[in-house]
C-alpha cells in the first residue's frame, strides 16, 4: 500500500494515539476536549483514551446536555463553550512589570514564553473565528507580540463536522462545516477511519512521520458526503444579504426593546463567541507599592464600566449594549474589517442563560415594524 507524503491520508481510529505521540516527540503540548463537569472544555492530554470517546452533545437555547452513547466515536462532542481564542488572546495577559525609582519608573514587558501547543478538535467555526482574530492582532498596521508569541507555537487538528448542532449556522455563514483554512492537519472522523488532510508545512511533516498510507477515493468521498448532509441539516440560518445596511436601517426597531427586555447584560455571550476581542487593562501594586502588575483582561461591551468614557457612560441601558454588540457584529464589523463577526458556531445562542438567539433576533430586526395607522389605532378608542 503507498504511504502518503503528500496531504490526505488514513488513520485508523485506534492507531490516533501515534499522532499524538509524534507531536509529543515534536515538543507540541498536547491539548483536546475532554468532558469535565458536564461539559468539554480543553485540556493538556498525552492520551486518546481521555478525549469524549462516546459522547454527544446536545445544544438549543440557553441549553447544553452530554450524553454518553457507548460508541468508539472520538469526536462525536462537537464543542463546548471555549472557541481557539483562549489560546491566542488568553483571558488575563500580564504586559508589564512597573517598577518605581527615585525620579519615575520603570517598565519592562512581560511576553509570554514561547510554547508549542497543539490543539485537536476544532472546528471549522473555529478557524474561521482564529482567522478574524489574527486580522485583528497581527494586522499590516499593527502586530500585538502577546498574541503573536502565543500563535505562532499553535499547531492546529481541525476536526470537520459530520453532526451539527441545533444551534449551528454555519453553513449559511459560508464558514463549515469543512475547514477551510488555517489548519496544520484537518481529521473527518468517517466510522472506524479518519480521514487526515495536511493544510501546512508543518501538517505535511508530522504526517510524514508516522507514515499514514494515502486514503481510498471512497473514502474521501464519504467523507465528503458527511460534511455536505452535515450541511444540508443545518436548522438555523443568518440571512446576511442585506446586511450590513438592513442593520443600520433597524436602528429605531422595536425589536430593540423587547431583546432588551429578556437580556440579563450577563455577558455569557461575548465571553465564549470565538471572535470578541473587547479587552480592558488593569494595575495590580504590590503592598509596598513600588511595584505593578499591568495586565490586560477579556472584557464584553455587555458591561456598565465598558462603556464608560470621560466621566459618562455612552451605552447605559440594556438596549443600547445589546445593539451595539449585534449591529458591531453583524454590520459595523463588515465595514470595519471586511468580514462578518460572525461565524455562525451558535455558541452565544447556547449558553445565554435566557436562551436569546442572534438568529431570531436579526431575523426580527429586518422585518419591518408594521405600526397600524393612526387612525386605526384610534378606532375603538374615545
Ligand atoms: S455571534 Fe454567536 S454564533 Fe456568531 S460567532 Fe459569536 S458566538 Fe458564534
Ligand atoms: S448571554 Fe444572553 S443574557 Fe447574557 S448578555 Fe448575552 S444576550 Fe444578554
Known amino acids: 500500500m503507498p504511504m502518503v507524503s503528500q496531504s490526505c491520508g488514513v488513520l485508523p481510529r485506534v492507531d490516533l494515539q501515534r499522532l499524538l505521540d509524534a507531536l509529543s516527540a515534536e515538543g507540541y503540548r498536547v491539548v483536546g476536549p475532554t468532558v469535565r463537569e458536564g461539559s468539554v472544555v480543553w485540556e493538556t492530554i498525552s492520551s486518546v483514551s481521555e478525549l469524549p470517546i462516546g459522547w454527544r452533545d446536545q445544544q438549543e437555547p440557553g441549553r447544553y446536555r452530554l450524553e454518553q452513547t457507548g460508541s468508539q466515536e472520538l469526536f462525536g462532542v462537537v464543542h463546548g463553550p471555549q472557541s481557539l481564542k483562549p489560546f491566542v488572546f488568553a483571558p ?43 486580522r485583528i492582532f497581527m494586522n499590516e498596521t499593527y502586530r500585538d507580540p502577546y498574541y503573536a508569541t502565543r500563535r505562532e507555537g499553535l499547531f492546529v487538528i481541525a476536526v470537520n463536522c459530520t453532526r451539527a448542532l441545533a444551534t449551528c449556522f454555519c453553513a ?5 462545516p469543512r475547514a477551510q483554512r488555517g489548519y496544520d492537519l484537518a481529521v473527518t472522523e468517517v466510522d472506524e477511519q479518519l480521514l487526515v488532510e495536511s493544510g501546512s508545512e508543518a501538517g505535511r511533516d508530522i504526517l510524514s512521520t508516522i507514515l499514514v498510507p494515502a486514503a481510498s477515493d471512497e473514502l474521501i468521498s464519504a467523507a465528503a458526503s458527511s460534511i455536505h448532509a452535515c450541511a444540508q441539516s443545518q436548522i438555523r440560518r443568518l440571512d446576511h444579504s442585506r446586511l450590513p445596511q438592513a442593520l443600520y436601517e433597524a436602528h429605531e426597531h422595536p425589536r430593540w426593546d423587547d431583546v432588551a427586555g429578556r437580556c440579563l447584560a450577563c455577558t455569557n455571550c461575548t465571553m465564549v463567541c470565538p471572535t470578541c476581542f473587547c479587552h480592558t487593562v488593569e494595575e495590580t501594586p504590590d503592598l509596598s507599592h513600588q511595584h505593578a502588575a499591568h495586565a490586560r483582561l ?28 449585534l449591529t458591531h457584529k453583524l454590520a459595523s464589523w463588515i465595514d470595519q474589517f471586511g ?11 447556547t449558553w445565554c442563560p435566557v436562551g436569546i438567539d442572534v438568529t431570531e433576533e436579526l431575523s426580527a430586526l429586518l422585518t419591518p415594524d408594521v405600526q397600524p395607522p393612526l387612525a386605526l389605532q384610534h378606532k375603538d378608542g374615545p
Open 298 to 325: 477579556w472584557d464584553s461591551c455587555f458591561t456598565q464600566e465598558h462603556g464608560y468614557i470621560h466621566g459618562k457612560n455612552i451605552r447605559p441601558t440594556i438596549k443600547d449594549r445589546y445593539r451595539m454588540w
Open 92 to 134: 488575563r495577559e500580564p504586559l508589564l512589570q512597573i517598577t518605581r525609582r527615585q525620579d519615575g519608573f520603570t517598565t519592562s514587558p512581560t511576553l509570554p514564553q514561547p510554547e508549542r501547543v497543539a490543539v485537536i478538535g476544532a472546528r471549522a467555526c473555529d478557524l474561521a473565528g482564529l482567522v478574524i482574530q489574527d
Open 339 to 349: 468580514t462578518s463577526g460572525c461565524v455562525g458556531c451558535g455558541r452565544c445562542i
Open 172 to 176: 449559511s455563514m459560508e464558514t463549515g
